[in-house]
Structure formats: structure tokens, C-alpha cells
């Protein structure tokens, strides 16, 4: 665990040349800019974590905060050449078990992907092909990675759709994808990602498309595919609430960056950013009494073209005008730790922090 | 229908003379049904139809917020666009403010669209990227034929600074407003005509969670100030227990619960409630572990198409037994302010207590439910069963016909 704290100071701090991790998977200094005619987006802008096998780490955020361009980076799925001539820049370094993925030969990482690390998409309809059995599609993923006959990859596909809970898996496997429902499409698309037992999953928005009951299920699937397959898990979501039931850890992101991190329950109980009390408000919570207001978050997300100077959240901040010392608004506050394996990135002081946290925001929650 | 007096009454910005005090009957609907036709072949005969809304009563009353929940395909969209007249019901009777509008046309309407207006879920699809926020705001005025006091332009500008957005922005297109903002448009446009309900169809499930906040926060506002009726539906059952008064919660195109929001949420009646609320993920990292509180159901809701004869939950209910599969339960008060549609409800005594075996489905269910939650809710029954037998006046006691499972419900009747 101690990589966290390295990985944590190591953002701003030159990482280039630095040896490969012993963390399973560590993202350093991540950049993804894609060229527009209005100018740079900068999706993310700066990005470092890692994540441990068997362990959950939870991405939360708003739209356009790069959570999904963040996972698309790791898989290597921006360098595709989908952006014709504007291809996205990227920069900084993706260790995955020892080896530096934006370096790596292209065809080296084409066999990782899928076998090592695999992805679940938000909406499986569009991410199923129409024209093909949910079986082929689960043995065509199987065969690239592994040499063996279509029977053997078969019975594999039935297993995996088995193993994921579809009923009668041997007759479904040779049915399409519109003949299944939503929550058996995202539970064929997870028997897909996993059919090659993956050592890092990425579920982006894995349930946003679902109902709250099927969400459910698929929340217990994906929990129980862990424990069996000990993989790492990346979970991207803007609900706090599924966050909160499968990560161990927890990464805030606004406006292509970090803003705080750390384990789910310090970002929960202690959290340290403004916008993280932000998120908190905002939600209305079943498990508690009801409130009258919620406490919603002032304005709208920052355009990632011209990001704010300074804290990206300045401008939405109830807190900018707490006095600060030595600091001016236009410096980017960096990540900072707060507590063990706890960061964020504010120039408010601890103190400060913990003062408006206690007698502000808390009893408010 | 004065025509011209309510067009001043509405210029002036005032309420209209026949409004309905809070706490009245605002709107009241009963068997309403809506099939849609399946039609296949050459001559398009009809070969069955989606029941998306199949037998509805319920009434909103003046001032209040009925919230709608369901899974997707319940028919809570359809239900919305029914008493908003946008769909024509295949049965049953809506009332407003105690005029009949099931049946009345585009042009009979049109008086009534002042007072009923809705927002829509996707603040992206429901305005018309060719047209300046101030003409979609001012076109309610246009098509009613309404001069507000101080002209239109005046007016449009009070309501986009009613709903929260800069009144010099009338000239600006939907595309240059975030999809928080452009969902404060619609609500502006909703306003426009002073109206008496709104029907607001996940009117922040398209949003960001703080945007979310500040959307809800509006509304809430709104009603407060202008004295609004919401029906609100949506498939979010905090943003509905935050934003209600009451709640309906729907299954199949039936409503299988109706109650007070503190009552539903304290204690669900109906089994689907239950699971329903059961499932949403709780924001709280050290209840990660709590996991046997949920109560997991099983497959997908079948199709609207055939629904399942008697209760339509019980293919997927842990506590069905045979009289679920032959009787539709009908919605009972069965405490002050809570309505639920249940043979076997949760937190009450039982309906059909001589019926005790489950069906092998109703056991394959209960097997996902977690002892735990079986044990509590055996033991909530048993105590509410003794509270009532202690109080024999209003026991609603099996009858002697109770195990020919077919003259059950009316024996239920109190």
C-alpha cells in the first residue's frame, strides 16, 4: 500500500524514467487532449492512481469530468484511428502488471486487451453486434486469445452465460441480442468480458441503463465475479450509491482531474473537497430521514476547453472567498494528503476544512 | 366555457375563479386503461396488444405532489401522457377539476392544456433546436392567444428569472445552455400559462447529480410559491420520496401501492415496494457488508402483452400462493392512507391467511430473500395480526367461503 502514497505525491512531480511499479495497474500523470476547431479539450488533464488486484476502485464524477476517457485510455482505445488525422494526444505513463502500456508495441497491447484487461460498456445494445448469436460473439472472444475448436469455445460461452446467471444458458447462447432483455444483455456482455478471466475489469456505468431491481443483481454479480476471479475492478459511475456498495477506494474527478481520493469510507465520512460535500448534498439518501433542501451545487460543470485558472471548482465553490493564506486563486491547488491513503486537492487548510465539514456541511447531510 | 374571461384572468397573471382549494380533488381517474394495438399480416388485423396501463384509480388533489415509480415498461410515461390528454385511453374516465376529458378532442382541449401542462425527461429532444429560448417560451401565449400584462417579451423574461436563468439570454438557442439549464427552460415553458398541474416525467433523471439537486430544489420552490400540483414520475425512489407527498407505485401497468410518502417508506405494504426499495443502493460504504437486507427478485418483468393471470407479481414474489395465481387482489385501503393490492402484504396482516402453501416459483424467490428479512416480516405480520384480532370491530377475518380462492376478494371487502 505503499505505492498509493507514492503515486499520490507523485502527481506534478516528473515521473518520466522513474521503474516500473509493484502495484498491479498505476496510472502516472495520465493526459488525454483531443484537438477540436474550438480549441484543446482537455478530457483529463493529469491523472495518477493505482489499484492492487482483488481491490475496487471507484471513478465518481459528472459527465464531461473524463471518467470514460479515462478508462478508454487504459484500454487503449483512443489511439484508434476513429479521429482520422485528429487523434487524441496522450501522454504519461499505464502500468499494468509490469509492462508501460503507451510505449508498448501496439499488437502487444492488442493481446492484452481482453485477455488481461477487458471492459463492460455502459449500454449493451450498442455494444452487442445486432447480427450476431450472443454465442459467437462470447466464442469469438474466447478464441482470439486462446487456441481451441469451436466446440470447446462453446461449451466455454455456455458456462460463462451460466456462471453470470441467464437461464438455460445452452439454449440462449445461440440466441441474438434483441431477444434478450436489458439486464440479460449486460449480464451476456460481463460472461464476454470475463471469458478470459481478465486481471482488470473496467465496468463503465455498468448499470445506468438498468432498472433499480436488475441493477441490483448485476451489482451482486459483478461483487461475487471478484471475489471468485480476484481481478482488479475500475468502476466508473456518477451514483454514489453503487460506488459506495462496491469500492474499496474511491477517486473524485472535475474537470479532468483528481480532486480528492481515498478509501471509500474516509471519502464518505471525512471527505475533504468542497465538490465531494457538493455530490454528498446533492443526493437524496433513503437510509436517512428525510431532509427538507437538498444542497445542490452552484452552477454547471466547466467547459474542458477553458478550464478555470487556478481550482477548476473556483467558480462553484460556496467556500472560494474563505480566506486563504499565501495562496492566490489563479495557482491550481494539487493533490495533498489529508489523512493515511486520503488526498485532496484544496487550498483551504486542513483546519479550515475540518472546521466547515463538522459545523457546515455535516449536520446538514 | 368563458372563454374571454379566463383569457383576462390569465393576462392579469391571475388565478381563475373556479380553482380548486388545496386539499380538493384536482384530478380523479378510474379504470383508466391504454392498449396499444399489435397489428400484424396484409389487412393489419389485430393479433393482441401491450396493456401498458391496465385499470387505474386514483385521484391528485389540489396543492399536492403524487409521485409515480416503477420499472421501466410499468406504464408510469403512458399513465402521464393519459391525464395529460397527449394519449386517448382505451377505457376509463379522467376528470379535471370534475369535467370529463377522456374523450375530448384536439380543439376541446385546448382551454384545458392552460391548466395541465408537463416537462419532459430529455431537456435535449423537447426543444426545438431552431428556435430561441424566447420563442419557445412565449409559444404557450401564442397558441392560446393570451397578451400577458407587460407584453410577452416581459413576461418571458420574469419566468426565466423565476426559474433561475439569466432573462437576457431570450435571444440565445437551446444549444448554448447545459442540460441543467435547458431543463429549467421547459419548466419555464410549463409555467407560462399559470397552470394548475404539472405533470413532470423524469423530469431530472437526464441531469447530474448536483444539477439534479438544483432542479428539485426548483420545483419545490415553484410549488411553494405558485401553489403547483405535481405528478411527478420517475424511476429514482429517493429523488421520489424527496420531491412527494404521496406515492403510487406502479407494476405492470397496475398500481400495486398507494400511500403517504412516510407510510410507504417506513413501511411498504406490497412485496414489489419491498424489493423495489430494497434495491436502490444505499450511499453508505460501511453498509457494504448489510447486503443480506436486499431482497433480490428474480428475471425481468414480464410482458405487458400476456401479464400473469391474478396478481401480476407473483411469477416473481417470494410470498405467492395458489389464490395469487387465480385472484387479482384489489386495491384496499387497509390502513388510513395506504392502499396496496396484496393477498399476502408485508407489515399487515395477512389477506388470505388459509392460503399457506407457495408456489415452487414463490420458493426459488425466497431463497434469494435473506432469513433475516423473512423472520422481520413474519413477525411484523404476526403483531399486526394480534393488534387486529384484539380489535375484532374491524376484522376483515377469512370467511367460511375462504378456500374456494375465487370468492376471496370480495370477502375482503370492509
Known sequence: MTELSKSGAAVGEPVKDSPAPSAFLEVRDLKVHFPTDDGLVKSVDGLSFTLEKGKTLGIVGESGSGKSVTSLGIMGLHTAGQYGKRKAQISGEIWLDGTELLTADPDHVRKLRGR??????????????????????????????????????????????????????????????????????????????????PELLIADEPTTALDVTVQAQILDLIRDLQKEFGSAVIVITHDLGVVAELSDDILVMYGGRCIERGPAEKVFYEPKHP??????????????????RLIPVKGSPPSLINLPTGCAFNPRCSYADVPKDNVTRTVRPELAQVGSQHWAACHMTPEQRERIWTEEIAPKL | ???????EGVAAGATLNRDAAPGETLLKVTGLQKHFPIRKGLLQRQVGAVRAVDGLDFEVKSGETLGVVGESGCGKSTMGRLITRLLEPTAGKVEFEGKDITHLGVGAMRPMRRDVQMIFQDPYSSLNPRHTIGTIISAPFKLQGVTP???????????????????EHYNRYPHEFSGGQRQRIGIARALALNPKMVVADEPVSALDVSIQAQVVNLLDDLQQELGLTYVIIAHDLSVVRHVSDRIAVMYLGKIVELADRDSLYKAPMHPYTKALMSAVPIPDPRR???????ILLQGDVPSPIAPPSGCRFHTRCWKATQICTTTEPPLLELKPGQQVACHHPENFEDQAPQDTVLLTVAKQAAELVA???????AATSAAVAAEVAATPAETPTASPAATAPEDEAPAKEK
Open chain 1, 116 to 197: 488481461e484487461m477487458a471492459m463492460i460498456f455502459q449500454d449493451p445494445l450498442s455494444a452487442l453486434h445486432p447480427y450476431y448469436t450472443i454465442g459467437q460473439q462470447i466464442v469469438e472472444a474466447y478464441r482470439i486469445h486462446h487456441k481451441v475448436d469451436k466446440k470447446t469455445a462453446r461449451r466455454r460461452a455456455v458456462e460463462m452465460l451460466d456462471r453470470v446467471g441467464i437461464p438455460q444458458p445452452d439454449k440462449r447462447v445461440d440466441s441474438y441480442p434483441h431477444e434478450f432483455s436489458g439486464g440479460m444483455r449486460q449480464r451476456a456482455m460481463i460472461a464476454m468480458s470475463l471469458v478470459n478471466n
Open chain 1, 275 to 292: 465538490y465531494t460535500w457538493g455530490l454528498l448534498g446533492s443526493m437524496p439518501r433513503l437510509d436517512r430521514e428525510q431532509t427538507e
Open chain 2, 1 to 7: 366555457m368563458a372563454n374571454s374571461a379566463q383569457r
Open chain 2, 149 to 167: 400584462e407587460g407584453g410577452v417579451k416581459k413576461e418571458v423574461q420574469r419566468l426565466l428569472s423565476v426559474v433561475g436563468l439569466n432573462p
Open chain 2, 288 to 294: 457494504k457488508s448489510a447486503k443480506s437486507e436486499r
Open chain 2, 371 to 377: 432469513d433475516e428479512v423473512l423472520a422481520e416480516s
